[in-house]
């Protein structure tokens, strides 16, 4: 069955440090890969996708991710985190048609 | 212009009321959905309606009743409400031209309470 993993429940980073989130994946054709955020009290907001051609995706808001066939993971990256990054982050693939899996978030803590 | 909306964003109701939550796309999008984020945070879906068709069910209690008058909106009126029922409910909304890769534009939500 089609699955994703986000193994990281809480993250915590000072502001200016690098960020890497993770999300792993189950699916057995070419995966719809997706990165949202949601700040509190928000919907999700898309920060960038997967399809297919280049595997690093370049996103909004100075994020980036990396599909990765043979480990299963799309990996979401930033260099320098800013406060206003601090929010809940979503993976979430394409599964069948018209059904989206959301992995379980990752809340991510930036100290100033 | 909003582009996703959701009409009550807070709604605090009585155990057994019916209520019903409404969602318009302005995006020309062909296929709505209902999500219910409960309060750990995870998202699960429940219904996908493509141009007005339900395409997915997700083992949601009858209770639920999706209705898509048209591909710009789709309403979730659910009946006898129950404690387990209180959640964050999104709407959302994408292209999907028969494939899957379109990404979801989700609305703001709606917080329901069943006291």
């Known amino acids: 069955a089609q699955s994703v993993t986000q193994p990281d429940i809480h993250i915590t980073v000072s502001e200016g440090a690098s960020l890497e989130l993770r999300c792993n994946y189950s699916?057995?054709?070419?995966?719809?890969l997706f990165w949202y955020v949601q700040s509190p009290g928000q919907g999700l907001q898309l920060l960038l996708k997967?399809?297919?051609?280049?595997?690093l995706v370049q996103g909004i808001k100075g994020f980036e991710a990396e599909f990765k066939r043979s480990q299963s993971s799309f990996n979401l990256r930033k260099p320098s985190v800013h406060w206003s990054d601090a929010a809940e982050y979503f993976c979430?693939?394409?599964?069948?048609?018209?059904?989206?899996?959301f992995g379980t978030g990752t809340r991510l803590k930036v100290l100033a | 212009d909003t582009a996703v909306s959701q009409t009550p964003k807070y709604l605090v109701t009585q155990m057994g009321n019916d209520k019903s939550i409404k969602c318009e796309q302005n995006l020309g999008h062909d296929t709505m959905y209902w999500y219910k984020q409960d309060s750990k945070k995870f998202l699960k879906i429940m219904f996908s309606y493509n141009n007005k068709e339900l395409i997915i069910n997700e083992t949601v209690p009858n209770r639920f009743s999706p209705k898509s008058p048209d591909k710009a909106h789709l309403n979730l009126h659910i009946n006898s409400l129950e404690l387990g029922d209180s959640a964050v409910y999104f709407c959302?909304?994408?292209?999907?031209?028969?494939?899957?890769?379109?990404?979801?534009?989700f609305g703001p939500g709606t917080r329901l309470t069943v006291t």
């Open positions: 699916y057995g054709a070419t995966p719809y």
């Open positions: 997967y399809f297919s051609g280049d595997t």
């Open positions: 979430a693939v394409g599964s069948g048609t018209y059904k989206y899996i």
């Open positions: 959302a909304s994408s292209k999907t031209s028969g494939t899957l890769g379109y990404e979801q534009y």
